[in-house]
């Protein structure tokens, strides 16, 4: 279903709410994989607040849909969008990366309520929803699996390997994205380990490709109105975005790949998301 | 004929039919009462004999081509909808080339994915060392969650692929590649995963085995008895974790000299947990560890490799008569120190 105005608004709104609340875990946890948290915001605010079918009152439901963070380094990102969603309270966001804590760098699906997959070793998310998708075939169940990779994530021989499988099977239950932010921890994708023609990679494996800009909600809603209905070929949304997004002087700077920050930084950093988003 | 009939099923030929044949058989029967069994392979549905599962469920079957990484991600995805699948490969692409997916997707997150690695050991020895496999109990059985299994043979591949299916979390079963003697010649007995059994008697000396050790031991004990006139007993210890601490510290106590025997490396293998369990007790006892001395092992067809590295019946007479001729240090040389 298209967007509204309404509905972008508030989706914009919730982003920014999300952003702000990043920014509190990268100073609670004392250091965050901030840059590809912020880049991904968007696409995790409108998965959890448009699309995927979920009931954080009943976390185990089967029928849900599934949400694989393959980039599991973006747990910062991740992990307040669950809660935002319900199915934690944030007060709980305080002890993230401490002694005990459910929250770590990188998510635990048997720690986190509302995590569907444990991650943080990368290439291994896209084989998993593969084997989620072919399980919902068998078992006649409709729910769609969302997988989220990290562009130098794609690195990894692994994901190919999935991608393979996935067009093998025709597993249009899979809808695969790809947080395009341009940089990975030692600098751009294009210079450590060049990626494009990327589009046309993952067209040459069999899936249909949809190239957007991740922060805009209207081709963010495209682009996943799409993948639900698709039945012919997989899809896999190209979503371009900007490293740090939402924060000045973290936009586009591979120095934020993964920082700390005091409470002065973290204050300017939020007067920053306030400035981006209009002053909500 | 030594066969296997599972509850409802024909017999199979035992004697003639290699453990992994028993294993695929096994579970096409089991597929046909338990809708939630999956079967994933590498491009080895024929060599790992999960075959006979394909043709009876294809549309509960995948086979990913050749990619072990992938085919360990998709169980785990599988196994993550709520089914239990059955992946098949190679021990060494099972155990190294998909060790990390083993790990982090499966035993980290604790699903029922039930990894069934055939040509295990030296059992492949032509083939080279890229596909021997003598790390695989080291590797597997350091993963926490992982029930790791060593059968001794096709009945015992049978009655293990049937328990595993009970345990709520993954198990990694290791088979060779076949042909390798029954040591069973019936179902007829009790089977429990980490319960050793049994298989000779004896009172002055303990072989704890696993796999095709079991019945060289066995054989080994038998013409111990006749030609040395000694008592040895024989464990059949499948079970590799969890082990079977009570059956290892009761050998201990009744015999004091114990050999361990394993088609894998004495580093990391059977042989290091039993010896753990006996460093913890506190009791001093004569022990080795028999095995492949951590080297990758020399070309030739498996039985002429048993041979060469002594985990043949005559290689392990040697090592227990060796054994019987150690003295335990006198007490009086501890309270110098």
């Known amino acids: 279903m298209p967007i509204t105005q309404e509905e972008r608004q508030m989706l914009e709104k919730t982003a920014c709410e999300l952003r702000l609340k990043i920014i509190d875990v990268m100073e609670w946890s004392g250091g965050s994989h901030i840059g590809g948290s912020l880049s991904c915001a968007d696409i995790l605010t409108i998965l959890y607040f448009k699309y995927l079918r979920v009931d954080p009152g009943n976390p185990c439901w089967e029928d849900r849909d599934r949400f694989i963070l393959s980039k599991g380094h973006a747990a910062a990102g991740f992990i307040p969008v669950l809660a935002k969603k319900g199915y934690f309270s944030e007060d709980e966001l305080r002890t993230f990366n401490h002694f005990g804590s459910p929250f770590a760098m990188h998510p635990d699906s048997n720690k986190v309520v509302g995590c569907d997959v444990s991650s943080g070793s990368l290439g291994h998310g896209l084989s998993i929803a593969a084997g989620l998708g072919l399980g919902a075939r068998y078992l006649g169940?409709?729910?769609?699996?969302?997988?989220?990779?990290?562009?130098?994530?794609?690195?990894?021989?692994?994901?190919?390997?999935?991608?393979?499988?996935?067009?093998?099977?025709?597993?249009?239950?899979v809808i695969a994205v790809v947080d395009r932010n341009r940089l990975m921890i030692d600098g751009k994708t294009e210079d450590v380990m060049a990626l494009e023609p990327f589009a046309e990679k993952w067209r040459a494996f069999g899936f249909d490709v949809m190239e957007i800009?991740?922060?805009?909600?209207?081709?963010?809603?495209?682009?996943?109105?799409?993948?639900?209905?698709?039945?012919?070929?997989p899809v896999m949304i190209l979503a371009n975005t900007i490293k740090g997004k939402g924060v000045d002087f973290m936009e586009n700077n591979v120095v934020y790949h993964y920082a700390s920050a005091d409470s002065q930084v973290c204050r300017k950093a939020k007067e920053s998301i306030l400035r981006s988003m209009g002053g909500m | 004929m030594t066969a296997v009939t599972g509850t409802n099923w024909t017999a199979y030929d035992a004697a003639t039919m290699t453990a992994r044949e028993i294993y695929g058989r096994?579970?096409?029967?089991?597929?046909k009462t338990n809708k939630k069994i999956v079967g994933v392979t590498a491009d080895l549905s024929k060599t790992?004999?999960?075959?006979?599962?394909?043709?009876?469920?294809?549309?509960?079957?995948?086979?990913?081509?050749?990619?072990?990484q992938n085919m360990m991600g998709i169980a785990a995805g599988l196994a993550k909808a709520g089914l239990i699948p059955f992946a098949s490969t190679m021990a060494v692409f099972a155990s190294m080339r998909a060790g990390e997916q083993v790990r982090t997707d499966i035993a980290y997150q604790?699903?029922?994915?039930?990894?069934?690695?055939?040509?295990?050991?030296?059992?492949?020895?032509?083939?080279?060392?890229?596909?021997?496999?003598?790390?695989?109990?080291?590797?597997?059985?350091?993963?926490?969650?992982?029930t790791v299994i060593c059968p001794a043979d096709g009945i015992e591949t049978s009655k293990a692929v049937q328990a595993c299916v009970d345990i709520p979390g993954p198990v990694y079963i290791r088979i060779g590649r076949g042909f390798e003697p029954p040591v069973y010649e019936s179902e007829a007995y009790d089977y429990r995963i980490g319960k050793a059994i049994t298989m000779h008697e004896g009172t002055d000396f303990t072989i704890i085995a696993c796999g095709i050790a079991v019945l060289q031991s066995i054989q080994a004990a038998k013409t111990l008895k006749e030609q040395d006139g000694l008592s040895v007993r024989v464990i059949n210890m499948h079970t590799i974790k969890p082990i079977d601490e009570d059956t290892v510290l009761e050998s201990l106590k009744d015999t004091r000299r114990i050999l361990t025997v394993e088609e894998h490396n004495v580093i990391g293998g059977l042989g290091d947990s039993v010896a753990s369990v006996i460093a913890k007790s506190g009791k001093g006892c004569i022990f080795k560890k028999h095995g492949i001395y951590d080297e990758y092992a020399t070309i030739g067809y498996a039985e002429d490799l048993y041979s060469h590295y002594g985990l043949d019946a005559n290689g392990i007479i040697d090592q227990v008569r060796s054994m019987m001729g150690m003295e335990f240090e006198a007490d009086e040389n501890w309270e110098d120190e």
Not at chain 2, 113 to 134: D, E, L, N, P, R
């Open chain 1, 213 to 233: 800009n991740g922060h805009d909600y209207t081709q963010l809603a495209e682009a996943f109105d799409k993948a639900w209905s698709a039945t012919e070929k």
């Open chain 1, 141 to 173: 169940k409709s729910f769609k699996t969302v997988c989220l990779l990290g562009d130098g994530e794609c690195c990894e021989g692994s994901v190919w390997e999935a991608a393979m499988s996935i067009s093998h099977f025709k597993l249009t239950n």
């Open chain 2, 26 to 31: 096994t579970l096409a029967q089991m597929g």
């Open chain 2, 48 to 68: 790992t004999a999960i075959v006979h599962f394909e043709k009876a469920f294809p549309e509960r079957f995948f086979n990913v081509g050749i990619a072990e």
């Open chain 2, 110 to 146: 604790n699903l029922p994915v039930k990894i069934i690695a055939t040509h295990a050991g030296i059992s492949f020895g032509h083939a080279g060392t890229t596909h021997h496999c003598t790390e695989d109990l080291a590797i597997m059985k350091s993963m926490a969650n992982m």
